[in-house]
Structure formats: C-alpha cells, structure tokens
C-alpha cells in the first residue's frame, strides 16, 4: 500500500493539515474511510464557542496494545495465594503420618461441612475464606486509596 496523501486531496486542500483530516474522514472516497483508526473509550471534552465539543482521540498503530501493570498483576497473585493458601495449610498440617485427613481438612476449610462430624461448621468456614476475603478487599481497597491521595495531592 503507497503510503503519502493522494494526489486528490493535495489538488483540492494542498499539503496541509486540513488535507491529511479530509483524508482520515475519507471526504473524497464518499464517507468511506481510508485508514482505520482506534477510537479511545474515553474522548477528552473540550470547551468552544460556550459548548462542550468531544475531541477523538485516536492511536497511530491499532496492533499495539497496553500491557498489564506491575501492581495489578501483584494484586491478582496475592488473591490467587490467598484462595489457594487453606489447601495448602491443609496439605502442609502435620497429621502424624495420615494423609487421609487432607481432603477432609480441605472440604472442611473451603465449604464448612466437616465429614467426620456431618456438621457444618462457621468457624472452619471463616478460617478457609477470611484470608481471600481480606486480601479482596485490601487489593480493592489500596488503589482507590492512592487514587484519592493522587487527586488530593
């Protein structure tokens, strides 16, 4: 594909800014677009003539995509730790050479139905889900709390 503006739009507008816009909207192909652009989900609003005017914003290469943050990623182990850490509390729990208790412990810490009793059990339950629960809603928590400082300062 020739790159450059087309002979078309350089007779009509010249080599201008104007030009290259007309080209983008595809003023001379009949509304069709030329090229394909990317249109960010949120569009600055911007003020003229005493109304509000959304400004595209439009990103040069489409392939290219953001990648993940560091914390975000660190936030997502630290609750995939704290799912799987009862299991592995259960696994690790010295049980004097019975490793048949291990799935029951297992059951047990994640649902609360001890299966040697064949009672439920809340304490057992809070023990398998508070270490999940906690780390949701500190992960939750953290980044709405330096947001808020971010805006303050």
């Known amino acids: 594909m020739p790159k450059g503006l087309p002979i078309a739009y350089i007779k009509k507008w010249g080599i201008s800014k104007e030009a290259w816009r007309q080209f983008r909207r595809g003023a001379l192909t009949k509304g069709v677009p030329t090229r394909r652009f990317h249109r960010s989900r949120s569009p600055r609003v911007t003020r003229r003539g005493g109304s509000m005017v959304r400004r595209r914003r ?7 995509r ?6 975000r ?15 592995a509390y259960a696994i690790t729990k010295p049980y004097g050479g019975q490793p048949r208790y291990i799935p029951i412990d297992i059951v047990k810490y994640y649902s609360g139905y ?4 064949g009672k439920w ?8 889900w508070t ?8 992960t939750y ?13």
């Open 73 to 87: 990623s660190l936030m997502t182990l630290a609750r995939s730790i704290a799912l799987v850490g009862p299991a």
């Open 58 to 64: 439009y990103t040069h290469n489409p392939g290219r």
């Open 114 to 117: 001890n299966m040697e009793t």
């Open 141 to 153: 928590a953290i980044p709405k709390v330096t947001g808020l400082i971010r805006r303050l300062g």
């Open 121 to 128: 059990c809340w304490s057992d339950l809070a023990k398998g």
């Open 66 to 71: 953001r990648g993940k943050s560091l914390s």
């Open 131 to 138: 270490p999940f629960l906690t780390v949701s809603a500190v």
